[in-house]
């Protein structure tokens, strides 16, 4: 493993190979496996495990006790709330070895997933969507989606700030505080400029 300016606890395990972004830090008992890629300034709390394989872009925040398993990829700025789940088998049994099955799950740009939250494998979240705590993911979420509950559903629309959107009759809304616009069109939202 090439060394670069990272920070990793005492107790943080970190199997080679693996690559490690500039200014990460890994925090108290988490587990690094082999074949990651961790970007650069990203945080990993403790008691997290990022299994083989697995891809994180810079600046992901990962909370504790979150497991990361092979099949799941964050892209940059995206946040794992503490405690949250990811799976990446459908149908898990015990006597039934389904690691060729992973199913893959990838997080965009900016999303965040609230704490307690679960994801279930196979359901892509949308670049800067907001999974509320405690949601549970069982189909893909939009881009700039607000989704609570079990089964989660979309209460609405989020800014990249994290602030509610409130469309007026034209399908147009400013985030109260980047005063960005964004446009609501075929029930997609994109920012406009």
Known sequence: MEKTNYFAHETAVIDEPCVIGDG?????????????????????????VISPDVHLGDNVK????????????CEDDV??????????????????NRKNEY???TVRKGASIGANATIVCGNDIGKFAF???GAVVVKEVKPFALVVGNPS??????????????????????CPESKEK????????????
């Open 182 to 193: 964004y446009e609501l069109k075929n029930n997609l939202v994109n920012k406009i400029n």
């Open 131 to 133: 999974i509320g705590a």
């Open 79 to 96: 946040f794992l709330g503490p405690s949250m789940v990811f799976t990446n088998v459908i149908n898990p049994r015990s006597a039934v």
């Open 24 to 48: 990460t830090n890994i925090w108290h008992f988490s587990h690094i496996m082999s074949n990651c890629i961790i970007g650069n300034k990203c945080n990993i709390g403790q008691n997290v």
């Open 153 to 174: 559903k979309q209460i609405g629309w989020i800014s990249e700030y994290g602030h509610r959107l409130d469309f007026d009759e034209k399908g147009l809304a400013i």
């Open 103 to 105: 199913m893959k799950t």
């Open 62 to 73: 990962v909370q504790n006790n979150v497991s990361i398993y092979t099949g799941v990829n």
